[in-house]
């Protein structure tokens, strides 16, 4: 209970921090609150609700420090006014991104700024670099951790943006920056040329330049767009596989290290994506209560791994991929289990079970999705229930192929099952994405809603643990 009260508060006073000052009122009546427990507790030591109390203001005391501390704002500094810059000195913070015209993109941290003069000052932000067609293909082998100078400009009126008209690499990437770049060209190079390869790149390595982007918008209308971002679902996948393959060899344990060795790798691998990070924290945190042999609670586990991500990712937690992950599994973890209670006896077990964790999902993150997109498309509940199986499937299939690419006569077998399989998926997202989506004009609405229906769930779970699930259903 300390955990999840500490991630709580440091969630409020995190998002709070960066719309408004009013954090300040909360961090003060926080404090004041923290003062007044112990001032009682002098008076009344062996009183145990008053220790409970003291604890958990504790730990939102403790969370409010850290979302303060995390969600404080740096602004970016560069030196001289953005009009007069022509050019920044860096180093690149990601892989960069092409698009089907030639385009790209990337994320790139700045520590100096030229103007037409030549003259050089340090500065300090990250800014997202455009880049025309041209540099399309090339852009590829400058790989994240390469220090660059990039000619251009800012584009007015758009913060944060930087239109590129030359790169040129001032410093190589370490070698291991470099070794990961030429993997993840390697695999790139081995799928990009089969129509289900860009499904694939995405699936297993994040990597979306070759996603139809027909079939990304409809798996966006299918209400299962969260199938194409990395998290747990993928990663539990390989473990899963991990697993079949060590646990019996080695044990428990060793299989559990092993595994969280290859997760450190694969992760690294992949790149900076929050959700999948989010799901990395928490393996680990699962293979060290294994090692440890301590009790294994998810929720636990969840705030655990959020609060070690706003510590060590400040910028992260304002990321819509960190937020809808987050709210996600927090809505599968606390409806969930509830939901699938009210219909035990109603449908059966494999049915229930991940239809109520759609379910419990879809209430905790459609305020988010109605505030950011401006429409809900609850035929996700349903859709998911046949999408993310045949997405598993194709993942397996998709990683057995990578496995046997450098024997091409075992993974030219495989091809033509991928190719299946792909076909299906692209027809059950077409179909499901047919449903009207709904359009949200009063997104407090959608929050009320939901905060009812989310709090209704916890009376209801509240009442069965008092009384007895047989009693309360």
């Known amino acids: 209970m300390v955990l999840l009260g500490a991630a709580a508060a440091a969630a409020v006073y995190y998002s709070f921090l960066l719309f408004s000052y009013s954090v300040l009122l909360l961090f003060g009546a926080s404090i004041t609150a923290l003062s007044l427990c112990r001032a009682l507790l002098t008076v009344h030591r062996h009183d145990r609700r008053l220790h409970a109390l003291n604890a958990a203001v504790h730990a939102l005391c403790i969370g409010a420090v850290i979302g303060f501390t995390a969600g404080f704002p740096r602004p970016a500094r560069w030196g001289m006014p953005q009009e007069r810059i022509t050019g920044l000195y860096g180093t690149i913070a990601n892989d960069p991104m092409t698009f089907s015209d030639g385009r790209g993109r990337l994320a790139f941290i700045v520590n100096q700024s030229v103007n037409a003069e030549e003259a050089r000052v340090s500065a300090y932000g990250q800014v997202l670099v455009l880049f025309p067609a041209d540099y399309g293909t090339s852009l590829k082998t400058f790989g994240r ?188 973890l606390v409806f969930g289990p509830v939901l699938s209670q009210l219909m035990k006896g109603r449908l059966p077990a494999k049915i229930a079970a991940p239809l109520s964790a759609s379910l419990g999902a879809f209430i905790a993150t459609a305020a988010i999705t109605a505030g950011v997109f401006g429409i809900l498309y609850p035929v996700g509940i349903l859709a998911g229930l046949i999408i993310v199986p045949l997405t598993e499937v194709f993942i397996i299939f998709s990683f057995l192929f990578l496995s046997f690419c450098p024997f091409p006569a075992l993974a030219n077998f495989l091809c033509p099952l991928l190719e299946l399989l792909y076909r299906s998926l692209e027809y059950t997202v077409s179909f499901f994405a047919q449903a009207p989506g709904i359009p949200v004009q009063n997104t407090q609405a959608v929050i009320l809603i939901t905060a009812l229906l989310g709090a209704g769930i916890v009376l209801l779970k509240t009442r069965c643990t008092e009384e007895g699930k047989a009693q309360c259903l």
Do not use: C
């Open 145 to 332: 951790g390469t220090q660059a100078f990039i000619e251009g400009r800012f584009i007015p009126g758009a913060e944060g943006l930087f239109a590129a008209d030359a790169l040129y690499m001032t410093k190589p990437a370490s070698f291991v920056d470099q070794a990961r770049t030429s993997i993840r060209m390697q695999v790139f190079a081995w799928f990009a040329d089969s129509a289900w390869g860009g499904l694939s790149l995405a699936l297993i390595l994040g990597i979306k330049d070759k996603v139809d982007t027909q079939l990304a918008q409809n798996y966006q209308k299918a209400g299962s767009s969260h199938v194409l971002a990395l998290s747990g679902m993928h990663l539990s996948l390989i473990i899963a596989l991990l697993s079949l393959l060590l646990k019996r060899a080695v044990g428990l344990k060793v299989s559990a290290v092993l595994g969280a060795l290859f997760i450190v790798g694969y992760v690294y691998l992949v790149g900076d994506l929050p959700s999948l990070n989010r799901a990395a924290v928490m393996y680990l945190l699962v293979t060290y209560a294994i090692i440890m042999i301590l009790p294994k609670k998810p929720s636990v586990f969840l705030a655990m791994s959020f609060l070690i991500q706003i510590i060590g990712e400040p910028k992260t937690g304002m990321t819509l991929s960190f937020i809808l992950s987050y709210s996600a599994l927090a809505g599968i």
